[in-house]
C-alpha cells in the first residue's frame, strides 16, 4: 500500500495542524523540544536511554549500538531495560523533531528501525518472549500508530514500509485480541493492552475484522475501567504512576471515540472524569504526584490539562498548565490549544479531599500539603504503607516516601517496599506486609477505620490496619493538622503483651537532620522543622542512615528520624512536627473526670498541651470508651466531650473546644 493511501485511510486522528503544532511547541516549549530533538540524533545514532516523563523504568546511562540494533540486548541484570526498548516510545521523538525541523534522517530512521524490529523479533520465536509480552505489545500500538502520523508526507514511509507496518499491526491486533482473561481485566496490563488493540484498530485499512477489534476492545475497556476503578477516581492498585498510565489511555478512548463518533460506553467518560479528579486532589503544590507505591516524582499537570480540556472543567485546568505543554499538544492538535486557553481556570477553597474508598487523604492550602494513607496494598505495585504521611510546605517536600527503585527480586525491592522505608510505625521492628518476592506478599494487612473530617481551621485523619493481629497488636494513627505550621500525631498500640513500637520519620534529602537534648531538627534552605515527641512510657530516639529513590534506577543517601517506645501492654507516642517561625514546646497534661473527680489512667484519655511562635492548644485523645455514667473531661482547665477534641488556648478558647471525632 502506498504512503498516500494510508493515510486516506487510517482513522488515527490525534495531530490536526502539523505547521501551527510546530510553531505552538517552537512558541510556548522551545527547551522541550530543543530536549527532544538532542534525544531524536541519539535515536539516529542508534543510542538509547530512557528518561522520557512517563518512561516507567527510567535509566541513566545511553547504550550504543555501533552495528545493527540488538532489540534482545540487556545490559545489566534488569529485564525492565528490554521491555522498555520494545515499546519504542522514542519513535515519537522522531516522529516529533522530525515535523519541526523536516530533517528526512528521522523520518528515515523511523523506517529502518521499524522494518529491521519487524522481520527480527518474531512472537513465533521463544527468543523474543520479552519483546512480546502482551504489555508491550499493547504499549507499542500507541507509540507505533503515533508516531507514524508525524511521517505523512516523509518519502522515507515507502511502500514497503507501509506494507510491513500494515503486517505488523495486524499481528500486534490479533494477539492482543486473544489474551483477555480475569488477569487482564483487574490488572492495568488490561488497560494498556486493549488500549493497544483500540489503536490498532483504528490504524488498520476498515472492514468487518477491524470493526470487531475496535468494538471488542471498546467492551473490555468499560467492564475493566468499572472493576479496576473506585468510585473515589482511584485505581485500585494504589500507584499514582499507574493509576496515571492508565488515566492517559482513557483520555486516549475519550478522544478517539468524541472524534470519531463512536458508540463507546458513557462509564469510560465518567470514570475517566473521575481518575483525573483523583489525581488533582493527590497532587502536590509543584505539580508532582506522589511517590506512593510503584511511582515517581512526575509532573503529572498534563494528565489534567488533557482532562480539563476534554471534559471542559475548569476546576482541572487551575491544576494543569496555562496552556496546554508539550505532550498534551502533540496529541489533542492545535485547535484544541486555542479551547483549552479559552476554557476559564477555576480555583476552588476546598482544604481537605477524601478519597475514602481507597483510603487516601490530602490535606491541602496554597503552599502546604499532607497526604495520610489507609487502604488496601494495591497488589503488586502497592508497598507497605498504611499510615503513612507525606507533608510539603514553603516549596519542597519535607517528608517523603522512599520510593521504589527496583523491579529485580533483591535486597533493594524489598528495602522500598517494607514498612521502615514508609513514615509509619512498625511492632517489634518487624513489617506488618511481608513481600514474598518483587510482586506477591506472604503476609497482609487489612486497612482498618479509615476516617477523615474537617472542622473550621483544623483538619483530623485517622486510621488503623489489622497487620500484628498475630503478634496481638492493633496500632491505630490520628492525625490534627492545627494549621499550616502544626501537625500532632498520635500513635496508640493496643496490646496486652510488652513490645516495642517504632516510628520512622524520612525527611528530604536536601536538608540536615539532627537530634539533640530538645529534639530533632531538620534544616533546609526552605525549611526549619522541629519534632517533639514525648510518650507515657519513654521514648528512645536515634538518626538513621537510609537511601531515597525519586525514580526508578536512582539512589540518594538520606536520613531517618526513628522513634521507639517499649511498654507491657498499651502504648501510646505523640509526634509534634513544627515548621518554621519560633520554638515549638509539647507537654503532657493530666486529664481528669468532671463527674467521679479522679484522674484518667493514660490508656483511656490522654491530652496534650502545644505552643509555638503566636499558637496555643490543648488537644484530647481518648483511647477507648470513658464517659460513663455521664461525664465530661477536664484538661489544663478545658472541659469536653468526645474521642478528639481541640481547644484553642491562645483564644482562652476553654470552653467545649472543637468536637474533631465523636
Known amino acids: 500500500m502506498t504512503r498516500e493511501a494510508y493515510f486516506s485511510q487510517t482513522r488515527i486522528c490525534f495531530l490536526d495542524d502539523y505547521e501551527n503544532v510546530a510553531s505552538y511547541v517552537k512558541q510556548y516549549q522551545a527547551e522541550e523540544a530543543d530536549r527532544i530533538i538532542a534525544l ?110 508525524y511521517f505523512k508526507d516523509s518519502p522515507s514511509i515507502t511502500e514497503e514500509v507501509i506494507d510491513l507496518f500494515i503486517q505488523s499491526v495486524d499481528e500486534h491486533a490479533q494477539f492482543l485480541y486473544s489474551v483477555w482473561d480475569s488477569y487482564h481485566l483487574m490488572s492495568n496490563w488490561g488497560v494498556l493492552e486493549n488500549h493497544g488493540l483500540f489503536l490498532a484498530s483504528l490504524a488498520l485499512p476498515e472492514n468487518e475484522t477491524t470493526k470487531a477489534y475496535t468494538n471488542e476492545a471498546l467492551r473490555r475497556l468499560a467492564l475493566e475501567i468499572q472493576i479496576q476503578v473506585y468510585d473515589d477516581g482511584v485505581q485500585w492498585e494504589q500507584s499514582p504512576m499507574y493509576h496515571n498510565e492508565v488515566a492517559h489511555d482513557y483520555l486516549d478512548v475519550v478522544l478517539m471515540a468524541k472524534r470519531l463518533y463512536l458508540q463507546a460506553d458513557p462509564i469510560i467518560a465518567e470514570k475517566t472524569h473521575q481518575m483525573c479528579l483523583a489525581a488533582m486532589a493527590w497532587q502536590k503544590p509543584d505539580g508532582t504526584e506522589p511517590c ?24 482541572l485546568k ?101 514498612s521502615t522505608a514508609h513514615n509509619t510505625t512498625t511492632v517489634d521492628k518487624k513489617n506488618f506486609t511481608i513481600c514474598k518476592d518483587s510482586w506477591e506478599c506472604s503476609k497482609l494487612s487489612f486497612p482498618l477505620a479509615f476516617r477523615a473530617v474537617e472542622k473550621g481551621r483544623y483538619s483530623a485523619l485517622q486510621g488503623s490496619h489489622q497487620g500484628y493481629l498475630d503478634v496481638g497488636v492493633l496500632p491505630k494513627r490520628t492525625i490534627v493538622v492545627l494549621s499550616n505550621s502544626l501537625i500532632l500525631l498520635c500513635d496508640a498500640f493496643y496490646a496486652s503483651a510488652g513490645h516495642t513500637y517504632e516510628s520512622y520519620l524520612h525527611f528530604n534529602d536536601s536538608g540536615s537532620l539532627s537530634l539533640g537534648e530538645s529534639g530533632a531538627v531538620f534544616k533546609s534552605a526552605k525549611n526549619e522543622v522541629q519534632i517533639k515527641t514525648l510518650s507515657a512510657h519513654g521514648v528512645v530516639q536515634y538518626v538513621k542512615g537510609t537511601r531515597l529513590s525519586r525514580h526508578y534506577n536512582e539512589l540518594k543517601d538520606n536520613k531517618t528520624l526513628v522513634s521507639e517506645v517499649s511498654s507491657e501492654g498499651f502504648a501510646s507516642l505523640f509526634t509534634l512536627i513544627a515548621l518554621n517561625a519560633g520554638k515549638a514546646l509539647l507537654q503532657k497534661v493530666p486529664v481528669y473526670s468532671n463527674f467521679k473527680k479522679t484522674q484518667f489512667p493514660v490508656d483511656w484519655i490522654e491530652a496534650v498541651s502545644i505552643s509555638h511562635s503566636s499558637e496555643a492548644y490543648t488537644v484530647v485523645f481518648a483511647h477507648q470508651e470513658w464517659a460513663t455514667p455521664t461525664d465530661t473531661f477536664k484538661a489544663n482547665g478545658c472541659t469536653g466531650f468526645g474521642s478528639l477534641v481541640v481547644f484553642n488556648t491562645t483564644e482562652s478558647e476553654h470552653g467545649i473546644g472543637t468536637r474533631l471525632f465523636c
Open 292 to 315: 506512593m507505591g510503584d511511582s515517581d516524582r512526575i509532573d503529572q499537570r498534563d494528565i489534567l490539562s488533557k482532562g480539563a480540556y476534554l471534559f471542559n472543567d475548569g476546576t
Open 40 to 149: 531524536s540524533d541519539d535515536v539516529v545514532k542508534k543510542s538509547f536511554i530512557f528518561n522520557l516523563r512517563w518512561d516507567m523504568e527510567r535509566t541513566y546511562e545511553a547504550v550504543t549500538f555501533p552495528g545493527d540494533i540488538d532489540w534482545l540486548h540487556q545490559p545489566g541484570d534488569d529485564s525492565e531495560w528490554v521491555f522498555a526498548f520494545n515499546r519504542m516510545r522514542f519513535w515519537i521523538c522522531l516522529g516529533q523533531a522530525y515535523v519541526l525541523t523536516a530533517d528526512e534522517r528521522y523520518a528515515q530512521s523511523f523506517a529502518d528501525q521499524l522494518c529491521h524490529w519487524v522481520i527480527n523479533v518474531k512472537r513465533s520465536d521463544p527468543a523474543c518472549a520479552k519483546a512480546w509480552r502482551s504489555i508491550e505489545a499493547g504499549l507499542r500500538m500507541e507509540y507505533w500508530t503515533k508516531a507514524m502520523q
Open 318 to 418: 487551575a491544576h494543569g498548565y496555562t496552556h496546554l505543554d508539550f505532550d498534551c499538544i502533540w496529541d489533542l492538535g492545535y485547535e484544541a490549544s486555542k479551547d483549552y486557553d479559552r476554557l476559564p481556570s477555576l480555583k476552588d477553597d476546598t482544604r481537605l479531599f477524601v478519597l475514602s474508598e481507597s483510603g487516601n487523604a490530602v490535606v491541602k492550602d496554597s503552599d502546604f500539603y499532607l497526604r495520610f494513607h489507609c487502604g488496601t496494598l494495591g497488589a503488586g505495585h502497592g508497598h507497605s504503607d498504611k499510615l503513612h504521611i507525606d507533608l510539603y510546605a514553603n516549596g519542597e517536600d519535607v517528608l517523603v516516601d522512599a520510593g521504589r527503585y527496583t523491579y529485580v527480586p533483591k535486597a533493594e525491592r524489598y528495602e522500598f517496599k517494607d
